[in-house]
């Protein structure tokens, strides 16, 4: 069995003992389709966000590990590169069938180190894979072009080139699909990859690395390199000025992307730069407040707020102010239960650590302080624990309150009475987010109107769920460079190049 072969630490085993799901489970870095420890031999726990249990340990690697992986990614691509477009739409497909036969497994792993609840966990595991079988099916349209020349005797020709070694850096709300979406895409393109997993879930994304092997992505091709946080910075500028690099893809805080954009700027590269966001809720008086309500239940409390895309303004019309707040309270009574994700019944996990648990509590009280009214939560509950945050409504913000400008990234909706559409443009547009953006309307007029006013990269009309596979997904302003999804997310991982073909005529 695997699991001998590369051995079990202790914690590892009594895991395993809790446990039927979690043969993916692995404590070992993945580099060259080998499973390897940090060349120090160091390691750091993982832990279950409910109870800050250990789940295992992982390398703690460092800059020197990340050199290494790159140095094997780069020794791929020189033979990936030529494998055809064809095999690589078979194995991306390979792997995306493995992922869905092991939902269950990747859920259970999702969970134990995310928090999130199961349902959502194999929701995940469905769009992740998502990408997957899209980008499988895009490796064979990465076509170029032949442009009639302005000359009788010559040729344009425009064909796409994979960029090379690409480095991700991943975050913990999403660590299944944060990873396909960016890994299925330069696949795709011809490209090879290390990855750097947040501190917080790295076994996630060794578990979908173990069914990539498994679907036969050749030696190289993948790579995980684990570090703590403590190592981050240092593991980070490797993945970002080593010279094999081609392209930096990061998925992360706005913070993060623009200290990694510096780094990749010494070297010329690609940035592909996914950051946060800070989503307005809109709602005039001609919507469908029941499908409003439903639709802010999951733009606001999907992974229990910790979401990108996740609505972090409210702007209800005064005409529809009382029926939507009324109704949403209600929704959330019924809707919002908190406890440990793997626990039946559970739609509201723990937040990820004690870090963001004291964020979300600060941004709260800092509202509060300032005049905010709490219609509802506003605390922890602290019988299950100290990262379970009720599930919060706050009215009477202003935006000289902290929370009006900063990603709560939390089980926090915040309310605002607008009276028109012209106001509501200004204080939607009011931020240096540009992620996301929520409309509900049955004006359809309106509707075409807010699409193109609102500075937001993607703008849902009556709906709280915009994320496929099809879709381009990305920001504009601060949250973010290139778009990830569509054909377009593919052929980010590509250059153009242009031959000239000429003398045709002698
Ligand atoms: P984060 O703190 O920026 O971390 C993201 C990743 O960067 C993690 O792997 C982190 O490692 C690593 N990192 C941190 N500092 C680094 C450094 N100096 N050099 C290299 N790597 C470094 O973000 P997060 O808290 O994990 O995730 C939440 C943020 O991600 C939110 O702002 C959210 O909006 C954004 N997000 C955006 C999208 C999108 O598609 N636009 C999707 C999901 C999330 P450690 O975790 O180990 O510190």
Redesign the pocket.
Known sequence: MELLRIGVSRNFRIYLNHSRQMHLLKDKAFVNNEWVSARSNAVFPVLNPADDSVITNVPDMDASDAKNAIQVAADTFKTWQDVTAKERSIILRRWYDLCEQNKDSLAEIITAESGKPLSEAAGEVTYGSSFLSWFSECARHLNGEVIPSPWPNKQIILTRQPLGVVSI??????PFA?ITRKVGALMAAGCTCVI?????TPLTALAAVELAEKAGVPKGVINVVT???KN??A???V?CEDNHVKCIS????????K??YQQAAKGIKRVSL????NAPFIVFPSADIQNAVEQAMLAKFRNNG????GANRFFIHEDVYDKFIALFKEHISKGCVLGRGNQKGVSCGPLINNE?AKKVSGLVDDAVKKGARKIMGGEFDTTLGNKFYKSTILTDVTPEMNIFRE?I?GPVAQIFKIKSEEEVVKLANDTNGG?AAYVFTKDLGQAFRMSRKLEFGMVAINDGILSTAEAA???IKE??IGR?GSLHGAQEYTDIKYTLMSALDK
Do not use: H, Y
């Not at 850096?169 to 999403?174: A, E, G, L, S, V």
């Open positions: 850096i991943t975050p913990w709300n999403f944060m750097k997993p947040s501190e917080d570090c703590s946080r981050a910075p593991v980070g500028s993945l990061f998925t992360g805080s706005t913070v993060v992307g200290i990694l996914e950051l946060g966001g910790q979401a990108c895309v963001q990603e990234f992620l997904f990305g920001g949250s973010g990830e």
